[in-house]
C-alpha cells in the first residue's frame, strides 16, 4: 500500500520538529523559539509585532503570546513601545537572542541540506516549488 501524501508531509514536519527540538535543548530553547529568533533575524530592521509571528507560524494569538511571553522570560526579545502606536509593541531581540543567530542559521541551513541532500539540484528545485505551492493552499 502506498502511503498517502499527507501522511508522508506529517511525518516528515514531524522528524524535522523533533530534529530541532534536539538541538534546541541544550541552548535551553525548544525548536519554535529558534524559529522565532531566526524569523526576526530575516526581517533585519523591518518593525515586528506578535501578529506578524501569528502569521508566519500559522498560530493562533494565545499561542503566539505565551511564545513570546516565555521568550521574554529567557531573555531572548523584549517588547519594547511602538513608535508608531502607543498600544502596541514590537519584539526586538536582546543581545542574548542575537547571539544565537549564527548558531540557528548554521543549523538550519544545514537541516534544509540534508532535506536535499539525496535529490539532484533539479529535484531539490522542484521539491522546494512543491513545498511553497503546498503552503499557499
Do not use: C
Not at 508522508?8 to 525548536?31: I, K, S
Amino acid at each position: 500500500m502506498e502511503p498517502r501524501l499527507g501522511g508522508l508531509l506529517r511525518d516528515a514536519t514531524n522528524q524535522m520538529n523533533l530534529e530541532l527540538n534536539a538541538f534546541a535543548r541544550p541552548y535551553g530553547m525548544t525548536g519554535m523559539q529558534m524559529s522565532v529568533i531566526d524569523y526576526l533575524s530575516r526581517r533585519g530592521t523591518a518593525v515586528t509585532f506578535q501578529v506578524d509571528v501569528e502569521h508566519e507560524f500559522h498560530i493562533q494569538r494565545s499561542t503566539a503570546s505565551l511564545l513570546i511571553k516565555r521568550m521574554v522570560e529567557r531573555e531572548l526579545l523584549t517588547r519594547v513601545v511602538a513608535a508608531s502606536d502607543s498600544r502596541k509593541r514590537e519584539l526586538q531581540l536582546t543581545t542574548k537572542g542575537r547571539e544565537l543567530i549564527p548558531i540557528i542559521t548554521t543549523h538550519l541551513r544545514q537541516q534544509d541540506a540534508k532535506m536535499v541532500a539525496q535529490l539532484s539540484p533539479e529535484a531539490a528545485a522542484g521539491f522546494r516549488r512543491a513545498l511553497q505551492q503546498i503552503s499557499q493552499w
